[in-house]
């Protein structure tokens, strides 16, 4: 359940460029059923086209700060366990998500978001050093999780 006020609230949708990646599924069916039957390369390049966007849609997850908690897809977090907060942005956002990614970080993370926020877990029942989200305002988002 969402909180009525919430501090910080974004949606992680997909990139327009996702949509038109994906639809290159539509000229590989057409290539694979037109031989076969013209009505049915239509009908399976829309069908195919149309599950992936359904797909894209439903599963985008919310990153959220309220009521003392941040939640990130389904995952929660209690802000009492938080101990640091970083925002990165372009190559130190690349390093984040690449070289500098711990093994047992968790991980919310999309291709097509640029930058991240590094949330320090301070838990020793957790082995979970941090967590690593992917944000369109990850400034905003670091700024919430730190107030």
Excluded: K
């Amino acid at each position: 359940m969402t909180s009525t006020n919430p501090v910080f609230r974004e949606r992680l949708w997909p990139s327009p460029w996702i949509f038109l990646a994906t639809a290159l599924v539509i000229p590989a069916s057409l290539l694979v059923f037109l031989p076969i039957s013209p009505v049915a390369g239509a009908l399976v390049a829309a069908g195919l086209y149309g599950a992936i966007v359904v797909v894209l849609l439903v599963t985008t997850p919310t990153v959220e700060v309220s009521d003392g908690e941040l939640r990130a897809g389904r995952a929660r977090l209690p802000l009492s366990v938080v101990a640091a907060v970083r925002a990165a942005h372009g190559a130190d956002a690349v390093a984040e998500r690449g070289v500098g990614l711990h093994a047992d970080a968790w991980l919310l993370i999309r291709g097509w978001i640029p930058d991240v926020v590094r949330v320090e877990l301070d838990d020793p029942q957790d082995p979970t050093p941090y967590w690593l989200i992917s944000s369109r305002r990850a400034d905003a988002l670091a700024e919430a999780l730190s107030a």
